[in-house]
C-alpha cells in the first residue's frame, strides 16, 4: 500500500527555521517525483515544487523560489521542506503528494497520494 | 503561468441532483488535467486524471470530459459523502496550477 507520512504539526516564532518531512513506503521511492502543497487558512492549493528522489532534481514554483528548500534523503525515502526563516505569511497546511511520473512513464501526470498534512503556525 | 479558472466557486445542491463544475485554462493544455476532491480537515483525493479518466475505487457518478482549453466535471447523482470542495489541476508545463476549488453545499 503506497503511503506517505508527514511530520507533526509545528508551532514557530517568526525569523526560526524549519524542516518539515514526508516519508514514502509502499513503493519505489526513488523513482516518483515528490510535489509539495501549500493551503493558505481557508484558501485552495498551490503548488509549491516537484523534487525527484532519484537524482533530487527540482522543479520550483517561480512564486516561491528563495523562500523554500526542498530536499531528499533516499536512503530513509524522505522529502524535506525547510525554511530558513519563518514569516507569519507561511502560517498555512503543507502537503507532499506523490506525482505521478516515473523515471519510465510519465504519465499520468496526477498526484496520486497525498500525505496527510502538515500545520505550520508562525506566530510571536 | 497557465491559469486555471473554475467556475462556479460555490453550488447548493441536493442529495440526487446532478452536478457540473467548469474549469477553462488560459492556453491549451491538451488533456493534461485532473480534479481532486477535499473534505474538511482532510487531504485533497484525485478524482479524475487525463481529463476523463477515472482514479481506481472512485465512483462511476463521477466523471470528467474535455480537451484544450475547457472541462467539466460532473457528478450524476450527488451522495452525502460528495460535499465537499472540488479542484482542477492542470499539468501541462510547469509551473502547475490548481483552480480555484469549487465547494458543494448542502442545500
Known amino acids: 500500500e503506497v503511503q506517505l507520512v508527514q511530520s507533526g504539526a509545528e508551532v514557530k516564532k517568526p525569523g526560526e527555521s524549519l524542516k518539515i518531512s514526508c516519508q514514502g513506503s509502499?513503493?519505489?521511492?526513488?523513482?516518483?517525483?515528490i510535489g509539495w502543497v501549500r493551503q493558505l487558512p481557508g484558501k485552495g492549493l498551490e503548488w509549491m515544487g516537484l523534487?525527484?528522489?532519484?537524482?533530487?532534481?527540482?522543479r520550483d514554483n517561480p512564486s516561491f523560489q528563495g523562500q523554500v528548500t526542498m530536499s531528499v534523503d533516499k536512503s530513509i525515502s524522505t522529502a524535506y521542506l525547510q525554511w530558513s526563516s519563518l514569516e507569519a505569511s507561511d502560517t498555512a497546511m503543507y502537503y507532499c503528494?506523490?506525482?505521478?511520473?516515473?523515471?519510465?512513464?510519465?504519465?499520468?501526470?496526477?498526484?496520486?497520494?497525498w500525505g496527510q498534512g502538515t500545520q505550520v503556525t508562525v506566530s510571536s | 503561468d497557465i491559469q486555471m479558472t473554475q467556475s462556479p466557486s460555490s453550488v447548493s445542491a441536493s442529495v440526487g441532483d446532478r452536478i457540473t463544475i467548469t474549469c477553462r485554462a488560459s492556453q491549451g493544455i491538451s488533456n493534461w488535467l485532473a480534479w481532486y476532491q477535499q473534505k474538511p480537515g482532510k487531504a485533497p483525493k484525485v478524482l479524475i486524471y487525463a481529463a476523463s479518466s477515472l482514479q481506481s475505487g472512485v465512483p462511476s457518478r463521477f466523471s470528467g470530459s474535455g480537451s484544450g482549453t475547457d472541462f467539466t466535471l460532473t457528478i450524476s447523482s450527488l451522495q452525502p459523502e460528495d460535499f465537499a470542495t472540488y479542484y482542477c489541476q492542470h499539468s501541462n508545463s510547469f509551473p502547475l496550477t490548481f483552480g480555484g476549488g469549487t465547494k458543494v453545499e448542502i442545500k
Open positions: 503528494a506523490r506525482y505521478h511520473c516515473s523515471s519510465t512513464s510519465c504519465y499520468p501526470r496526477n498526484f496520486d497520494y
Open positions: 509502499g513503493y519505489s521511492f526513488s523513482n516518483y517525483w
Open positions: 523534487i525527484y528522489p532519484g537524482d533530487s532534481d527540482t
